[in-house]
């Protein structure tokens, strides 16, 4: 009988508000192949494609079951408590000597994204596992993955490292973020870095945040004569660091307090058409901000829209006081843009700004503060 802290654990089930959390059933093959028929389940998972009747019958009679019978792992169907139907899986692989990691790990069904049932059923499972003994729990996610990375947000855990070639990626090892709740932590969500930004849209432009699937939009917009003009750096962008940003924005928006990154899109197509990046690097309430349109896009007044949108949703929706930008001295476009879009010039400051030669760019500074009719947001945003 698998047994672990002296709790049997092969016919244990664990309930919580909406679900039960009940050992894999035969019949349950059914629907776990339908679930993962879906293709955009098994994107971050390496499993077997296409995901066949066979290979959900042998889940669930096999590895689905082992660990309980072993004691080495609770390996749960997820279902609704009022409906019975199966939802998804969670499980918590438990350690089996003193360095072993204990590690919980999930999957839903499409149908029910978005409505907490992968936080519900980790915390379960966390509190299961801190609750008997254990004193460190991981999660381990892909670093594109931020869907999942919110999850182990919000179920409490703590985001610690990203590790190189730590998981099993579906085309081979890939890095992974991983997040932590011990037994010394609370047991309440873990605030994300920036809050959620809806998408926003004046008709004509829209911004929404930036994913893995944007990369080809950073690569133009880096690579263009004017931003190679105006940047930092002589050296074009390569396709491989364009991909590993665009999969790197979305845990960036969870953990990282000091940059985030937005997508400019044209509001009729949804075609990317540029890049607003968010930078905290002074004091509380400030945020500068850089941007820039692909060669297609310009001279249709969307870095004045993005930037008005932007600064609308960020003094009514969260504790902004300030947002402010430069530009080199001469590139008459941005400056432009930004007093479009109601920023004050505010000065210069010499030298500040690195040319593509070594030499240096005196920086024109403009800054937007909140209107006075404005109320602060709650600071937890």
């Known amino acids: 009988m698998g047994q672990w802290q002296g ?112 936080t519900e059923a980790t915390r379960t499972l966390a509190r299961f596992g801190l609750d008997n003994g254990l004193t460190r729990i991981e999660i381990r996610c892909e670093v594109p993955n931020a869907a999942s990375a919110a999850v182990a947000l919000r179920a409490g855990f703590r985001y610690e490292t990203v590790r190189r070639a730590l998981l099993p990626g579906r085309d081979g090892p890939t890095d992974g973020a991983v997040f932590v709740r011990t037994a010394a932590d609370p047991d309440a969500p ?66 990282n307090p000091h940059n985030a990154l937005l997508l400019i899109c044209d509001a009729a197509s949804g075609a990317g058409a540029g890049t607003l990046g ?30 008005r949108l932007l600064a609308d949703w960020a003094f009514s929706q969260t504790p902004t006081a300030r947002l402010e930008l430069g530009c080199k001295v001469g590139n008459v476009a941005s400056a432009r843009s930004a007093e479009a879009a109601s920023f004050r010039p505010e000065g210069r400051r010499a030298g500040r700004l690195r040319n593509p030669d070594g030499s240096y760019s005196d920086e024109l500074i403009f800054g937007l503060t909140r209107p006075a009719d404005t109320p602060a947001a709650d600071p937890a945003g």
């Open 190 to 255: 873990v605030e994300p870095a920036w809050p959620p930004l809806p998408e926003l849209s004046d008709g004509v432009v829209a911004l929404r945040a930036a994913g893995p699937q944007d990369w080809p939009v950073l690569l133009a917009e880096a690579n263009n004569d004017a931003a190679l003009q105006w940047g930092f750096s002589a050296e074009p962008m390569t396709e491989a660091t364009a991909r590993q940003r665009a999969n790197w924005v979305g845990l960036g928006r969870l953990v």
């Open 7 to 118: 709790i049997e654990l092969e016919g244990l089930v664990l309930h919580s508000g909406r679900l039960t959390l009940r050992p894999w059933q035969p019949t349950d093959a059914v629907t776990v192949q339908a679930i993962l028929a879906d293709r955009r389940i098994s994107e971050y998972l390496p499993l077997p494609w296409p995901y066949t009747a066979s290979d959900a019958h042998s889940f669930v009679t096999g590895p689905g079951q082992d660990g309980r019978v072993a004691g080495t792992r609770l390996d749960c169907a997820i279902a609704e408590n009022t409906t019975g139907r199966l939802v998804g899986s969670a499980s918590l692989r438990l350690p089996s000597g003193p360095w072993d990691v204990a590690e919980i790990g999930y999957w839903l069904a499409t149908a029910d994204w978005g409505n907490g049932y992968a």
């Open 278 to 307: 968010l930078r905290r690097s002074g004091p509380p309430g400030v945020v500068a901000l850089g941007y820039g349109v692909v060669p297609e896009f310009r001279g249709r007044g969307f870095t004045t829209r993005a930037l």
